[in-house]
């Protein structure tokens, strides 16, 4: 398979879940700041935060309201990892490979970014929330489809690879709101707003459900096992990374627990530390510092992929050359 | 008659050429059984199955151009329902035709680009092909496989008043189109499968095969498995729909410059499992840019050292670079000499009587008649740099007046040509509008395939006689009809 053909279904699809997460946790924010105690400020600034552009944001931007954040991250053409923006780049990658991938995952990637196009222009906040529920769910039927109408070859599972990589990426920022989110002081810990905290960040993580069926109670260090640690939870962190490294063996035919090239053996060594850890050894270091790390950690798996199977020489005459993996 | 349906009765030729008509209400014999057909549908029927075909259109993402701001804007080819026939013995002189011209514009490459005995010979003079902008000095000595230059050519095709054909102009570069042939053929069938199975039509779809064919055909024979690859400058070219339909038909890699590299003296493409020869390049790149180190360095569509691998017959090119200079429109003047001196043969198609403005006394007839004529650059394309003396005003001739003075070189002129026309869906009624046609010619060597039909464009503006893409045209399907 050609290089640039691998790269762009492989950004194709981080794209895609690009998208679909920030949609996530713009959507529970919005939803968390109407449960606020009156008087209480609204918080925006954190989301900001963790996408690590917090800079750009400001330059731009000024204050954090919750209309210039949100501006900011679903509909703001000139910031690359907002959702327009990351529909648009999706679109391009498809469109660049529209000989290899299905008919339907086309249309699909069309007629998603045209949904996201049209809403930017009309900019309807009473609809704001069922924007972000349709984006989520176009994600999900775009994974559908491809997993459906496409053959489960070498470009596939780089398709699979770019998914989990983002989700990986973004449930340790998910996570990491949690930090930034200031409650009033330390004895509102464990409150009911600190609970109601929680609960929607595992709402932003999908996980809601699935975590009360496994843990019952909500506690802080429980709720970062559950999304960190989990082997069996689609969007912890573990199980993503897990699946990637799958998804590497079957593109080298290398046999699992070996390695042939340094995506592998980068993803391998995260994924058995992952396996041998435990939630106090992380809460032990600083939970922060940990999704840092991991966040450096997961960037570096990244760029050993771009560069064991998509090396090529940096052309910048177009944006979808420079793919980029901030945030 | 039944209520509401369309009135072909009514349909007036109105002194024009008409492919479905030899006068009013008096169908060509080879159109009868589809105007029958369509004289039974009522008027609404037959819009639902216009906009059927056009929204069929615009999902199978059959598109061209318009990609400038990064917005992703594609504009669908509009499409006409109602086709053009050409009946199978009128085809059969076309297909000689274009054999036979396509055969000596081959031999004048192979010949221009080395011995050159057409110059010293004195039929074609030596600074007209010193001043083509295509033709390409690195080309001089080369000897493509086969000795065949352009593989792949659309031939444009008009026809007159009285019904006779000329041709209008070559496209040995890199003609676009016939994705549109094959879809429209797709959407036709799909539209009105009814009427397939009354008249015998040939069929289409075999041209990915026989393009294939072509292309595999260039490689070295000893090689088991050679690689084919499509070069397209990517999806910001117009014609990018179609380097992608075509390379998913054969089912052979779409690649961009960016993914070739000369390696070890190949030619290589990038793959994930590390690089990988390439034997057959399909071109969709203008010869200015296939090689940086060769032509325009600022290029970065192409792959620097490309030539040289060509050159040492490690890799083939479909066109052969070089074929550009058959492209001016000074030396299609000289296609009939062309025929005589290298076949011995009359022209079986005719040219457009052409005034090449860099003769004196040509220039004089020109200047003095640009009211009556079309004057056209000699390298321009797409419809852009012409000027249609009869409807222009007379700030716009003045314009042309002077710069075909501060270049005689680049002008030619002719007649206004009242080309054919045909049925037109327009609006809930049928109305006459000009056509044109661009038939396919792949050159094997041995062979010359001319594929049954081609592009056939239509000026959708009452009578505009410009039917480009870029400039408002449309397309129709063309139907060869098999036996007589």
């Given amino acids: 398979m050609l290089s640039r053909v691998a790269d762009s279904i492989y950004w194709l699809n981080r794209y895609i879940e690009r998208a679909e997460n920030v949609a996530r946790f713009v959507d529970v924010n919005l939803?968390?700041?109407?449960?606020?105690?009156?008087?209480?400020?609204?918080?925006?600034?954190?989301?900001?935060?963790?996408?690590?552009?917090?800079?750009?944001?400001?330059?731009?931007?000024?204050?954090?309201?919750?209309?210039?954040?949100?501006?900011?991250?679903?509909?703001?053409?000139?910031?690359?990892?907002?959702?327009?923006?990351?529909?648009?780049?999706?679109?391009?990658?498809?469109?660049?490979?529209?000989?290899?991938?299905?008919?339907?995952?086309?249309?699909?990637?069309?007629?998603?970014?045209?949904?996201?196009?049209?809403?930017?222009?009309?900019?309807?906040?009473?609809?704001?929330?069922?924007?972000?529920?349709?984006?989520?769910?176009?994600?999900?039927?775009?994974?559908?489809?491809?997993?459906a109408t496409m053959i489960h070859n070498e470009g596939w599972h780089f398709g699979q690879l770019g998914r989990l990589l983002e989700r990986a990426d973004k449930t340790t920022r998910i996570l990491d709101v949690k930090y930034f989110l200031l409650l009033p002081s330390a004895e509102w810990v464990g409150t009911p707003l600190d609970q109601i905290q929680w609960i929607s960040l595992l709402k932003s993580a999908s996980a809601y459900e699935m975590y009360r069926k496994v843990q019952h109670r909500i506690t802080p260090a429980k709720v970062a096992e559950f999304l960190i640690l989990d082997r069996e939870f689609p969007r912890s962190i573990h199980f993503s990374l897990w699946r990637g490294e799958q998804c590497l063996h079957q593109i080298t035919n290398t046999p699992s627990g070996t390695w042939c090239n340094s995506a592998e053996r980068a993803i391998g060594r995260l994924c058995a530390e992952l396996g041998y850890l435990t939630i106090d050894d992380v809460v032990e270091d600083g939970l922060h510092e940990f999704l840092d790390q991991m966040q450096r950690s997961i960037n570096n798996v990244g760029n050993k992929i771009s560069e064991t199977f998509f090396g090529m020489e940096t052309i910048t005459t177009n944006a979808v050359m420079s793919q980029e993996q901030t945030m | 008659?039944?209520?509401?349906?369309?009135?072909?009765?009514?349909?007036?030729?109105?002194?024009?050429?008409?492919?479905?008509?030899?006068?009013?209400?008096?169908?060509?014999?080879?159109?009868?059984?589809?105007?029958?057909?369509?004289?039974?549908?009522?008027?609404?029927?037959?819009?639902?199955?216009?906009?059927?075909?056009?929204?069929?259109?615009?999902?199978?993402?059959?598109?061209?151009?318009?990609?400038?701001?990064?917005?992703?804007?594609?504009?669908?080819?509009?499409?006409?329902?109602?086709?053009?026939?050409?009946?199978?013995?009128?085809?059969?002189?076309?297909?000689?035709?274009?054999?036979?011209?396509?055969?000596?514009?081959?031999?004048?490459?192979?010949?221009?680009?080395?011995?050159?005995?057409?110059?010293?010979?004195?039929?074609?003079?030596?600074?007209?092909?010193?001043?083509?902008?295509?033709?390409?000095?690195?080309?001089?000595?080369?000897?493509?496989?086969?000795?065949?230059?352009?593989?792949?050519?659309?031939?444009?095709?008009?026809?007159?008043?009285?019904?006779?054909?000329?041709?209008?102009?070559?496209?040995?570069?890199?003609?676009?189109?016939?994705?549109?042939?094959?879809?429209?053929?797709?959407?036709?069938?799909?539209?009105?499968?009814?009427?397939?199975?009354?008249?015998?039509?040939?069929?289409?779809?075999?041209?990915?095969?026989?393009?294939?064919?072509?292309?595999?055909?260039?490689?070295?024979?000893?090689?088991?498995?050679?690689?084919?690859?499509?070069?397209?400058?990517?999806?910001?070219?117009?014609?990018?729909?179609?380097?992608?339909?075509?390379?998913?038909?054969?089912?052979?890699?779409?690649?961009?410059?960016?993914?070739?590299?000369?390696?070890?003296?190949?030619?290589?493409?990038?793959?994930?499992?590390?690089?990988?020869?390439?034997?057959?390049?399909?071109?969709?790149?203008?010869?200015?840019?296939?090689?940086?180190?060769?032509?325009?360095?600022?290029?970065?569509?192409?792959?620097?050292?490309?030539?040289?691998?060509?050159?040492?017959?490690?890799?083939?090119?479909?066109?052969?670079?070089?074929?550009?200079?058959?492209?001016?429109?000074v030396v299609y003047a000289y296609v009939p000499e062309m025929i005589r001196y290298y076949l011995g043969e009359e022209p079986i198609l005719p040219i457009v009587p052409t005034y090449l403005c860099w003769r004196e006394q040509d220039r004089k007839y020109v200047l003095q008649n640009l009211d009556k004529l079309v004057v056209k650059s000699a390298n321009e394309a797409g419809g852009y740099g012409m000027l249609v003396g009869s409807v222009a005003t007379e700030v716009e001739r003045q314009a042309f007046a002077q710069k075909i003075q501060q270049n005689p070189r680049n002008y030619i002129a002719q007649p206004t040509i009242s080309l054919s026309r045909v049925p037109t869906l327009i609006g809930d009624r049928l109305e006459g509008r000009h056509v044109d046609l661009r038939p396919y010619i792949l050159h094997r060597g041995e062979e010359i395939y001319v594929h049954p039909g081609g592009l056939t464009r239509v000026a959708l503006k009452k009578d505009s006689l410009v039917v480009n893409s870029s400039q408002g045209g449309g397309s129709k399907d063309t139907w060869v009809l098999t036996g007589d």
């Avoid at chain 2, 015998?200 to 490689?219: F, K, M, R, W």
Wanted: net charge negative; charged share 20%; with cysteine.
């Fill in chain 2, 1 to 329: 008659m039944r209520r509401g349906a369309v009135h072909l009765e009514s349909y007036d030729p109105q002194g024009f050429y008409d492919e479905l008509f030899l006068a009013k209400g008096q169908p060509r014999p080879s159109a009868a059984p589809l105007l029958e057909w369509i004289q039974g549908l009522s008027s609404a029927e037959l819009q639902q199955h216009h906009k059927t075909a056009q929204i069929t259109l615009f999902k199978l993402g059959v598109t061209f151009n318009v990609y400038s701001d990064n917005q992703g804007v594609e504009k669908i080819f509009p499409f006409d329902i109602i086709p053009r026939i050409i009946s199978a013995v009128e085809w059969t002189k076309l297909e000689q035709g274009l054999k036979q011209r396509i055969t000596a514009l081959n031999l004048f490459l192979a010949d221009i680009y080395n011995e050159q005995r057409i110059l010293q010979d004195g039929k074609i003079p030596a600074e007209v092909i010193n001043s083509a902008t295509g033709f390409l000095k690195p080309c001089l000595g080369m000897q493509p496989p086969a000795g065949v230059w352009c593989h792949i050519t659309g031939t444009d095709l008009v026809r007159d008043k009285d019904g006779q054909w000329y041709v209008l102009e070559d496209n040995l570069r890199v003609p676009s189109g016939i994705s549109y042939v094959l879809e429209n053929r797709r959407v036709m069938k799909s539209t009105f499968p009814q009427i397939f199975q009354t008249m015998a039509i040939q069929p289409v779809d075999e041209y990915p095969s026989h393009l294939l064919e072509t292309l595999l055909n260039l490689a070295p024979p000893q090689l088991a498995d050679p690689t084919v690859v499509v070069l397209s400058p990517g999806i910001f070219n117009s014609a990018y729909f179609e380097h992608s339909f075509l390379a998913q038909q054969m089912g052979v890699e779409l690649v961009e410059g960016r993914d070739l590299v000369v390696v070890d003296g190949y030619l290589q493409m990038r793959t994930t499992k590390g690089l990988r020869r390439v034997d057959v390049i399909y071109r969709r790149v203008d010869d200015d840019f296939l090689d940086p180190l060769v032509f325009r360095d600022d290029s970065m569509l192409g792959v620097p050292g490309l030539m040289e691998v060509y050159r040492q017959g490690k890799v083939a090119i479909a066109n052969a670079p070089g074929t550009g200079v058959a492209d001016d429109k």
């Fill in chain 1, 31 to 147: 939803n968390l700041m109407l449960d606020l105690p009156v008087g209480m400020t609204q918080q925006w600034e954190p989301l900001v935060v963790t996408t690590g552009d917090l800079n750009l944001f400001r330059d731009r931007y000024g204050d954090a309201t919750s209309n210039n954040v949100i501006q900011f991250l679903t509909f703001d053409p000139e910031y690359p990892n907002s959702i327009i923006s990351s529909l648009r780049l999706a679109r391009e990658n498809a469109r660049s490979i529209r000989e290899i991938i299905s008919s339907e995952m086309w249309e699909e990637v069309n007629d998603f970014y045209l949904m996201v196009k049209d809403a930017a222009q009309t900019k309807n906040s009473t609809t704001l929330s069922e924007f972000f529920t349709q984006v989520k769910r176009a994600s999900h039927r775009f994974a559908g489809v491809m997993d």
